[in-house]
């Protein structure tokens, strides 16, 4: 491994930690259940690489049928990519790591909208925009800090029947600018 971007960025952990992220400690026979497309075996080794860099974590074991059964937890904290990672990575790897990004949000798109009728999408919240905003340096800046800010406010919300979990993701390209 390379770095934590390519711990993270992996189709599978990727997986496995955004259902960590859901609120929900699982065991390794729930994710199976839930992923649906991924052997049991190849959650181990995957869940062990996490453990291993500190970024999940068992929050209580318990006998079940004479097997140690654990309920793993993610550490919200540590998933953090440092900026000096962030700028030691090539090219080629920034490719690979939106490519899996962009797989990842494509499939819970998919999966959301072969559930859902098309009358639900406003109620439930699902948009997707593009949107081209013309900013100064310090615009950029301040936008970023409010979104930045109204996250924080949520981001630690836990998961009540009164609350429909949401996806945001966000992505901001540079393009050269067309002045008018």
């Known amino acids: 491994m390379k770095g934590k971007a390519d711990l993270l960025l992996h189709p599978v952990r990727m997986r496995i930690i955004q259902q960590l992220l859901l609120g929900k400690p699982l065991t390794i ?4 259940e839930i992923l649906g497309d991924i052997p049991q075996a190849t959650l181990y ?3 062990n690489l996490l453990l291993e860099a500190n970024l999940v974590e068992v929050i209580e074991t318990k006998k079940v049928k004479g097997t140690e059964e654990r309920r793993f937890s993610v550490k919200r ?3 953090h990519i440092p900026e000096s990672e962030v700028e030691k990575t090539s090219r080629e790897d920034h490719i690979q790591h939106f490519s899996v990004f962009h797989g990842n949000l ?3 798109a998919t999966s959301y909208l072969a559930e859902t009728s098309p009358e639900q999408y406003e109620k439930e919240g699902f948009s997707y925009a593009y949107i081209p905003l013309h900013l100064s340096d310090e615009e950029f ?3 970023t800090q409010t979104i930045q800010q109204a996250i924080e406010k949520v981001v630690h919300n836990h998961p009540t029947s009164a609350r429909t979990t949401r ?3 966000s992505m901001f390209i540079p393009q050269d600018s067309q002045e008018s």
Do not use: G, P, S
Request: avoid cysteine.
């Open 29 to 32: 026979a729930q994710l199976v």
């Open 45 to 47: 080794r995957h869940m």
């Open 77 to 79: 904290d540590n998933l």
């Open 106 to 108: 494509f499939q819970l």
């Open 141 to 143: 800046q301040e936008l």
């Open 167 to 169: 996806i945001f993701a």
